[in-house]
């Protein structure tokens, strides 16, 4: 994310320079897709793997080191940098009206600097920005709220006040935020919290001024739709962070996220089909988060099927993977191999890794040193292939 140094801090030693030089050498249109920003935004990103990096991560000169150095020694060629979470904005705005919102949880210094020190290194620089879950901008616009039956804001269950995702006010807010993280240099947006808030049974009615009864699903492609519409006029493209099951259920979420809606007016969605969420049983799988493989590869077999009927091709799917524990067994680099070979299986080249804390040291054997394209010919499968 924003690094607090300039360019020169971060230079690569010698070492470090070959095997980026033969990262490079090995994968030359990668490397030429994920340094550019000024690419079409309709055109196919090519192959995108990628890191996320969380607001603390990204304050750290000495953590953003470490990242970059990862990335020259590893396939990985691109950095998701939180811009907008849900402590505010992550760096040091020139519009009013995103001044407005900034929040209290610091920004990157120099964030000029880092964008420059990324682009040296051939790595993209991806702006994470959440959209709905935004208690900052809640706080600050009450209008933009979500509200209960009797006006009053409405709360999830950790207390957290969500903004409504009816309100084109809010819309030209967040578009603005990703407007400026793309003249800053930024390669590509990625919008998470794309949705609403679940509604859980055991809180009160969420109510979203002017909505006008439109279908939840519609509201969040209208967004997105203008977004890109907007991002495409400054050579970026428009992503999206979606739930995992998205990919196999027909129909919409409760939250609003269906495949059919948001797919055709994004450039990639990132499904996050982290094994350890699904639940026992899904894709006939005893336990998901044990067999990391079938249960990805399964879920973006989903994704590839539901995206040929719609006509889109090319790389256009490029799911989150689970590089995190959340119960049994621990995670670590062959979690991280199972997990890529399925989705190079499922007829896609990208993915990026999810560690909460940025923390991928324990999950670096897991990855190769070159950025090849390790992508199957896709055929549907009858059913989740063997164990290897």
Not at 60 to 83: C, G, P
Not at 91 to 101: A, T
Not at 197 to 206: C, I
Request: hydrophobic share 40%.
């Amino acid at each position: 994310m924003l690094l607090c140094c300039a360019a020169p801090v971060l230079a690569q030693s010698p070492a470090q320079s070959s095997t980026a030089a033969a990262k490079q050498a090995a994968a030359p249109a990668a490397a030429s897709t994920a340094a550019s920003a000024a690419t079409s935004a309709t055109a196919d990103p090519g192959i995108v793997r990628g890191l996320y990096v969380n607001r603390f991560a990204a304050q750290s000169t000495k953590r953003m080191k470490q990242l970059i150095q990862m990335a020259d020694e590893t396939e990985v060629n691109a950095l998701i940098i939180d811009i907008k979470d849900e402590f505010g904005l992550n760096y040091e705005s020139s519009d009013p009206k995103v001044q407005r919102n900034a929040g209290r949880g610091g920004v990157i210094k120099n964030l000029a600097a880092l964008l420059d020190t990324l682009r040296a290194h051939k790595i993209l620089a991806v702006a994470r920005i959440v959209v709905f879950k935004d208690s900052v901008t809640a706080r600050v616009n009450p209008a933009w709220d979500i509200r209960k039956a009797d006006g009053s804001p409405w709360r999830d269950k950790k207390g957290m006040l969500w903004v409504n995702p009816y309100n084109r006010d809010l819309w030209d807010y967040n578009i603005r935020v990703a407007e400026e993280a793309a003249k800053l240099g930024f390669g590509e947006i990625q919008f998470d919290y794309i949705r609403f808030p679940e509604p859980y049974k055991s809180l009160p009615q969420q109510v979203f001024p002017g909505s006008n009864n439109e279908p939840k699903p519609a509201a969040l492609a209208e967004y997105l739709k203008l977004a890109h519409t907007r991002l495409s006029k400054l050579g970026v493209r428009t992503t999206a962070d979606i739930f995992g099951l998205v990919t196999t259920v027909p129909g919409a979420l409760e939250v609003g996220q269906e495949w059919e809606k948001v797919a055709p007016v994004t450039d990639v969605l990132l499904p996050m089909v982290y094994p350890s969420h699904y639940p026992p049983g899904s894709f006939n799988i005893p336990r998901p988060n044990a067999d990391p493989y079938k249960t990805i590869f399964m879920a973006i077999s989903k994704a590839h099927d539901r995206n040929n009927k719609l006509g889109l091709t090319g790389e256009r799917v490029r799911p989150w993977l689970q590089a995190f524990t959340l119960g049994k067994p621990a995670y670590g680099p062959e979690e991280i191999r199972e997990q890529k070979r399925a989705v190079y299986d499922a007829g896609y080249d990208g993915w990026v890794l999810w560690h909460p804390g940025s923390k991928y040291e324990p999950f670096l054997a897991g990855l190769e040193k070159t950025t090849v394209s390790r992508k199957k010919a896709y055929v549907t499968p009858a059913a989740a292939p063997a164990r290897r």
